[in-house]
C-alpha cells in the first residue's frame, strides 16, 4: 500500500491527533457545541481567517481569502451523540452519556489541520477556501440552518468527508451519483377494538393488523421498487397491548425509510399510504399515518467528484474510489442540493480489530488515527490542484 502524506501534514500530525482526542474527551451534542466551536473559531483566528460564528446557531465559518478565483467550501460536522462511552481508551468521553461514536471529533480535526497547511500556503492560492465547521449533523440538519445563515453565498463547490470503519485505513471511498440515501422516519397508530382474549367476537386486534401490516410494507422493497436501485423499509418498535388475555386496541409502530434516489423516495411514501389504508379497511381499524421527510439522498456532482477522485489517488493511489456504500443518510445533502459537491470517506478501521468490528454508533467506536492524516491530506491536495497559482 502506497499512501503520500505530505511532509506539511506529517508535521503536524500530533497537533492533529491531540486536538481530535481533546473533542473526543469533551464531546457536545447538537447544537450545543459551545467548547468546540469556540475552538474551532480561536483556531482558526490565529491562521489570519475572516471567521463568523453563530451560523447555523453554533457553527463557524472561516475564510481564507487568497484572491479573485473561485471559492471552495470544505465541511466537517463537530456534535457527538447521546450516548455512554464503554471503551477502554486514555481519551474517553468526560462528559456522562455522551460520546463521539461517528468520527466527528476526527473531522473537525482533520478540517482544522488542512486549514493550517493552507493558510502557510495562501500567497499560492488564488481564490477563496471557505471552512465550514457544522454543528447539529446527528438529525437536527444542522447543515440547513448553516445555508439560511448565508454559509454557500459565492460558493462554486463544496466537499464534506467522513471517517469510515467499513473500510480499511489507506483507503479513500468515493463515487459519482447517490453517496448516501434519503433517511425518513413514519409512526403509524392502528387503533382497533378492545376485548378479552378468550372472547375476540366484536374486536378488531390491532396487534393482528399490525401483523399484517409489517408483512405488507416488506413488498415495498420486494415488490414495487427496481430491485438493481437499493431501497429499505424498516419497522424498527413496535408498542401495544396490556397483558397476555386483554386483544390490544392500538398499537403504535415507528420505523425508518430510505432510498438512494428521490424517485423511490415518492413511491415509497405513496405505497405506504396506500397498504396502510387498505389494511384499515381490510380489518377494519383505523390507521394513522405520520411519515416525516428526513436528509435527501446525498447525491455527488459528477464534476466534483471527478475532481476529487484524482486529488485523493496522489494520496493513496490504487486505494481512492469504490466506496463501502451505506443506507444511512447525511445533511451534508442539502449543501449538495445547493451547488456542485461531493462527499467522501476516509478508510479508518482500526488496525487491531477485526475489520468492520468497530462500527459507527457503537459504545466502544474508535479509528486507525493515521486516517486523520490521509483526510488532511486530501483536502489540502484538493485545494492545491485547483486554486494553487
Known amino acids: 500500500m502506497s499512501i503520500n502524506i505530505p511532509k506539511e501534514i506529517e508535521n503536524i500530525s500530533d497537533e492533529i491527533i491531540a486536538t481530535r482526542r481533546d473533542f473526543h474527551r469533551y464531546p457536545e451534542l447538537g447544537f450545543e457545541v459551545h467548547?468546540?466551536?469556540?475552538?474551532?473559531?480561536?483556531?482558526?483566528?490565529?491562521?489570519?481567517?475572516?471567521?463568523?460564528?453563530?451560523?447555523g446557531k453554533t457553527g463557524?465559518?472561516?475564510?481564507?481569502?487568497?484572491?479573485?478565483?473561485?471559492?471552495?467550501?470544505?465541511?466537517?460536522?463537530?456534535?457527538?451523540?447521546?450516548?455512554?462511552?464503554?471503551?477502554?481508551?486514555?481519551?474517553?468521553?468526560?462528559?456522562?452519556?455522551?460520546?463521539?461514536?461517528?468520527?466527528?471529533?476526527?473531522?473537525?480535526?482533520?478540517?482544522?489541520?488542512?486549514?493550517?497547511?493552507?493558510?502557510?500556503?495562501?500567497?499560492?492560492?488564488?481564490?477563496?477556501?471557505?471552512?465550514?465547521?457544522?454543528p447539529a449533523e446527528e438529525g437536527a440538519g444542522g447543515a440547513r440552518y448553516m445555508i439560511?445563515?448565508?454559509?454557500?453565498?459565492?460558493?462554486?463547490?463544496?466537499?464534506?468527508?467522513?471517517?469510515?470503519?467499513?473500510?480499511?485505513?489507506?483507503?479513500?471511498g468515493v463515487k459519482k451519483g447517490p453517496i448516501l440515501?434519503?433517511?425518513?422516519?413514519?409512526?403509524i397508530t392502528i387503533k382497533g377494538i378492545g376485548g378479552h382474549g378468550a372472547a375476540p367476537q366484536g374486536s378488531v386486534d390491532?396487534?393482528?393488523?399490525?401483523?399484517?401490516?409489517?408483512?405488507?410494507?416488506q413488498t415495498i422493497v420486494s415488490r414495487n421498487t427496481n430491485p438493481l436501485e437499493s431501497t429499505v423499509v424498516t419497522v424498527g418498535m413496535i408498542n401495544g397491548g396490556y397483558n397476555f388475555n386483554i386483544i390490544a386496541d392500538e398499537v403504535v409502530l415507528k420505523g425508518t425509510a430510505r432510498a438512494y434516489t428521490e424517485e423511490n423516495r415518492q413511491l415509497i411514501k405513496q405505497r405506504?399510504?396506500?397498504?396502510?389504508?387498505?389494511?384499515?379497511?381490510?380489518f377494519g381499524a383505523t390507521l394513522d399515518f405520520d411519515y416525516r421527510d428526513g436528509?435527501?439522498?446525498?447525491?455527488?456532482?459528477?464534476?466534483?467528484?471527478?475532481?476529487?477522485?484524482?486529488?485523493?489517488?496522489?494520496?493513496?493511489?490504487?486505494?481512492?474510489?469504490?466506496?463501502?456504500?451505506?443506507?444511512?443518510?447525511?445533511?451534508?445533502?442539502?449543501?449538495?442540493?445547493?451547488?456542485?459537491?461531493?462527499?467522501?470517506?476516509?478508510?479508518?478501521?482500526?488496525e487491531?480489530?477485526?475489520?468492520?468490528?468497530?462500527?459507527?454508533?457503537?459504545?466502544?467506536?474508535?479509528?486507525?488515527?493515521?486516517?486523520?492524516?490521509v483526510g488532511a491530506s486530501v483536502f489540502v491536495q484538493l485545494i492545491e490542484d485547483q486554486l494553487v497559482i
Not at 440515501?181 to 409512526?187: G, L, S, Y
Open 181 to 187: 440515501a434519503a433517511a425518513d422516519e413514519f409512526e
Open 148 to 172: 439560511e445563515d448565508g454559509c454557500l453565498e459565492n460558493v462554486d463547490e463544496v466537499y464534506g468527508i467522513h471517517l469510515w470503519n467499513y473500510q480499511k485505513y489507506g483507503e479513500v
Open 60 to 134: 463557524v465559518v472561516g475564510d481564507l481569502k487568497c484572491g479573485e478565483g473561485p471559492t471552495i467550501a470544505l465541511r466537517a460536522d463537530m456534535d457527538a451523540l447521546p450516548m455512554q462511552e464503554t471503551g477502554d481508551i486514555d481519551y474517553i468521553s468526560q462528559n456522562d452519556g455522551i460520546m463521539h461514536a461517528c468520527g466527528h471529533d476526527g473531522h473537525t480535526a482533520m478540517l482544522l489541520g488542512a486549514a493550517k497547511v493552507l493558510a502557510d500556503k495562501k500567497d499560492q492560492i488564488n481564490g477563496t477556501v471557505r471552512f465550514l465547521f457544522q
Open 295 to 350: 436528509y435527501p439522498p446525498t447525491i455527488n456532482d459528477q464534476s466534483a467528484y471527478e475532481k476529487l477522485l484524482a486529488s485523493a489517488k496522489k494520496i493513496v493511489g490504487d486505494g481512492a474510489g469504490f466506496p463501502y456504500l451505506s443506507m444511512g443518510g447525511e445533511d451534508f445533502s442539502y449543501y449538495a442540493q445547493k451547488v456542485s459537491g461531493c462527499f467522501f470517506f476516509v478508510g479508518s478501521a482500526p
Open 35 to 55: 467548547r468546540t466551536a469556540g475552538i474551532v473559531a480561536e483556531r482558526l483566528e490565529e491562521l489570519g481567517m475572516d471567521v463568523q460564528t453563530g451560523i
Open 272 to 282: 405506504m399510504e396506500e397498504i396502510i389504508n387498505g389494511v384499515g379497511q381490510t
Open 352 to 373: 487491531d480489530q477485526p475489520f468492520r468490528s468497530v462500527p459507527h454508533h457503537c459504545s466502544h467506536f474508535d479509528i486507525d488515527e493515521r486516517a486523520l492524516l
Open 206 to 217: 390491532a396487534v393482528v393488523v399490525s401483523a399484517h401490516l409489517i408483512t405488507a410494507l
